[in-house]
């Protein structure tokens, strides 16, 4: 049974900073890839981060290109995504999702998710 584990989230003032982790465990196959959805109040849920395989390349959302770095580890499991120079349009809750490919991540359709960690940003 696959079941993904998120820490990180918190409240932080505009400009500051947050890395959130999330550690997969179960079935290794089927948590190939490991990203980063938002989901901001009275707004869908869009993806923020989505690392690429094999040549691992990176997918970024438009609006945290140069802020967000995500990284990929494969013992354990770990997905991190450093945000920096957060503004308060980050505001957010922050979901970890998981897919044997990472194209299902960027279509939205992940078969996993994690429970999500709030992130929230003040002027």
Request: aromatic residues 8%; charged residues 10%; glycine residues 14%.
């Amino acid at each position: 049974q696959v079941q993904l584990v998120e820490s990180g989230g918190g409240s932080v003032q505009a400009g500051g900073s947050l890395r959130l982790s999330c550690t997969a465990s179960g079935s290794t196959s089927r948590t190939n890839c490991l990203g980063w959805f938002r989901q901001a109040p009275g707004k869908e849920r869009e993806w923020v981060a989505v690392p690429g395989t094999g040549g691992g390349w990176l997918h970024y959302a438009d609006s945290v290109k140069g802020r967000f770095t995500i990284s990929q580890h494969n013992a354990p499991n770990t997905v991190y995504l450093q945000m920096n120079s957060l503004k308060p349009e980050d505001t957010a809750m922050y979901y970890c999702a998981a897919d044997q490919h990472c194209s299902s991540l960027i279509t939205g359709t992940p078969n996993y998710w994690g429970q999500g960690t709030q992130v929230t940003v003040s002027s």
